[in-house]
């Protein structure tokens, strides 16, 4: 499975971004998609995740009610809509993909990864 993440940017505070994550290689269906951001100087933090059929998502406490995933199984895409954005939203975000079609949280449970997408907000 490939992954290739797009949409990041350079953004004013509260300013929007949407962020895309195009697979390919695979049978996009089957997989539970997340999101991760790493920061400089931090390690690789859970940002969202959506279920295989997008029935259920789940988010960091820090991206609530700002941040929204969704996914388009017929385009194989995953998407990471980022609202009311902060300077400390700014990192690398990364798109992963894991067989299990759950909704997970941890990094470690994710096989495929993207090459990330740098967004930068500032203030």
């Known amino acids: 499975v490939q992954l290739q993440a797009s949409g990041g940017g350079a953004v004013q505070a509260e300013g929007s971004l949407r962020l895309s994550c195009a697979a390919s290689?695979?049978?996009?269906?089957?997989?539970?998609m997340g999101w991760f951001r790493q920061s400089l100087g931090k390690e690789r933090e859970f940002i969202a995740c959506i279920t295989q059929n997008g029935e259920s998502t789940s988010y960091e406490d820090s991206v609530k009610g700002r941040f929204a995933i969704s996914r388009d199984n017929a385009k194989n895409t995953v998407y990471l809509m980022m609202t009311s954005l902060k300077p400390e939203d700014t990192g690398v975000y990364y798109c992963?993909?894991?067989?299990?079609?759950?909704?997970?949280?941890?990094?470690?449970?994710?096989?495929?990864w993207g090459q990330g997408t740098l967004v930068t907000v500032s203030s």
């Open positions: 992963a993909a894991q067989f299990s079609g759950a909704c997970v949280a941890a990094a470690s449970g994710y096989r495929w």
């Open positions: 290689g695979g049978t996009f269906n089957w997989y539970g």
